[in-house]
């Protein structure tokens, strides 16, 4: 991936540290003792909508999305809090709406961190749908309607760390991917499940860019194992709220014990496969971005060390590293999928 050095960062990517102290000052304490009291939903510029109260993280109201659908606003009134514990939450601080929605990589939408914040606005969702093919009972194309129908909602707490060394703690909204796919009844020979982005030039000013890198569309994998993990999650929304288009509207993948390349955004093609997918990043850097993908912090990066990361957001003036941890700290979960594997090699 390319990385910008610190220094040239510009100040307008970084959030002044009392900015974000006090968002999360609100978005937190504020809001629970708003809760508590049971003044939230009397207080119109908070609007905690449905059941935000049992949510444990909401957008900002003055920040929050218009329904992309009125299907999609019934589904929202109706989502399953993460749960007190590790794997589905963590108790590590979020990341503030504002840096997870202004912080992204979208390369569609350009290259720079604001770029698919910026760039996005035009970008259609509606109508979508998902192809899917390949090594299934039921292929087919299905509307986004179809594809969330059976699902309940839920949220879930993770951590986010990008191969680029930085990291955020996100609270997704979406259902477990196995979920998913199993209703489209994989055969014996489906060992692996490849996802497509949408390729839509006129809206992806990324795309029609001379400089691009990529070749369209953006392309993910798993191995089914790995796909059917209970960890791995489809996500449809964040913060309590839909999710924007800079964050792989309408519904991207989300493997917290990989790197963030593996979480495709705005998928509209789902191939079940005998072998082993083609991915974007692999395609383009092999010896630097594996297929697996897997956060290890002690296979490094050629051109940097993987033990520490960056907890986002970060000032110029103030910045917090961590440790990385292996599998981004869901070994317990995932070890068992890797066990016989030399990760050095199937980095
Ligand atoms: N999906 C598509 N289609 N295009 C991309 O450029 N970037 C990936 C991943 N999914 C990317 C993508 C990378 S490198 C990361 S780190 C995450 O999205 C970033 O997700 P976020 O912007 O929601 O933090």
Known sequence: MLIKKPADIKPSEITPETVYRNRREFMTEGGKLL????????????????NGDKLKARAPAN????????????????????????????????????????????YEFGMDKGDPSANSSEFKTDPWSVEITGEVGKP?????????KPHALEERIYRHRCV?????????????LADLLKRFEPTAKAKYVEFETIVQPDTM????????????????????????????????GIYGDYMPPQNGAPMRLIVPWKY???????IVKI???ET??????NDLQANEYGFFANVNPNVHHPRWRQDMERRLPQTLFSRQYIETKLFNGYAEQVASLYKDMDLARYY
């Not at 087919?140 to 594809?147: M, N």
């Not at 990324?206 to 993990?229: K, Q, T």
């Not at 082993?276 to 990043?281: A, D, S």
């Open 35 to 50: 809760l508590g009291a049971g003044l939230a939903s009397a207080i119109p510029s908070l609007a905690f909508a449905q």
């Open 63 to 106: 920040l929050t999305r218009t329904p992309p659908s009125a299907w999609m606003k019934d589904k929202f009134a109706d989502i399953k809090a993460a749960p007190d514990m590790e794997p589905y939450f963590t108790s590590e601080a979020l990341t503030p709406y504002t840096d997870a929605t202004r912080y992204n990589n979208f």
């Open 140 to 148: 087919g194309t299905y509307t986004l309607e179809d594809i969330l």
């Open 164 to 176: 680029e060394a930085w990291s955020m703690v996100i609270p997704w909204i979406g259902f477990p």
């Open 205 to 236: 000013p990324g795309i029609r860019s001379r400089f691009a890198i990529v070749r369209w569309p953006y392309r993910e994998g798993l191995r089914m194992d790995e796909a059917m993990n209970p960890l791995a999650f489809m996500a449809v």
């Open 260 to 266: 963030g390349f593996k979480g495709i955004k705005s």
């Open 271 to 273: 191939n079940f496969r």
């Open 276 to 281: 082993q997918p083609h991915t974007t990043w």
